[in-house]
């Protein structure tokens, strides 16, 4: 059986990768778990883009290129959030630990921001 081509490309910022290698858990094998959660949904997004259940990727009520990937660890939902950019480009740009039961609006407007802001990096690395 050959090898499949991911139909998108995920990229992480360098906030995200740090958090996943060095501020996601003191304990270095939690950190280890959430990083291969991490990674198993990064792999369906490439491959899937947005078309994966609501158990994986959800899309922000409320705003037009603003999505997550959930992972629960604990009591912890971290939320990695997420835009589409051209090209098949999705930009993971920043992640967020919930610990109550809904985000404040001023922290879901900052991802968003965040996300345009990387994907329009994005964009100019490729020009």
Same mark, same amino acid.
């Given at each position: 059986m050959g090898a499949t081509t991911a139909r998108y490309r995920v990229e992480?910022?360098?906030?995200?990768?740090?958090w996943l290698d060095?501020?996601?858990?003191?304990?270095?094998?939690?950190? $280890?778990?959430?990083? *291969? #959660?991490?990674?198993?949904?990064?792999?369906?997004?490439?491959?899937n883009g947005t078309l994966i259940d609501g158990d994986h990727i959800r899309k922000v009520a409320g705003y037009t290129n603003l999505w997550e990937i959930r992972?629960?660890?604990?009591?912890i939902l971290h939320r990695f959030f997420f835009g589409l950019g051209?090209?098949?480009?999705?930009?993971? $740009?920043?992640?967020? *630990? #919930?610990?109550?039961?809904?985000?404040?609006?001023?922290?879901l407007k900052n991802a968003e921001r965040?996300?345009?802001?990387?994907l329009t990096s994005l964009e100019r690395l490729e020009r």
């Amino acid at each position: 059986m050959g090898a499949t081509t991911a139909r998108y490309r995920v990229e992480v910022s360098h906030e995200v990768e740090k958090w996943l290698d060095t501020d996601s858990h003191p304990d270095p094998r939690i950190r $280890a778990g959430i990083y *291969a #959660k991490f990674k198993f949904k990064a792999d369906l997004l490439a491959d899937n883009g947005t078309l994966i259940d609501g158990d994986h990727i959800r899309k922000v009520a409320g705003y037009t290129n603003l999505w997550e990937i959930r992972i629960k660890e604990g009591t912890i939902l971290h939320r990695f959030f997420f835009g589409l950019g051209d090209g098949g480009v999705i930009g993971v $740009a920043c992640v967020v *630990a #919930k610990t109550s039961s809904q985000l404040r609006p001023a922290v879901l407007k900052n991802a968003e921001r965040r996300v345009a802001d990387y994907l329009t990096s994005l964009e100019r690395l490729e020009r």
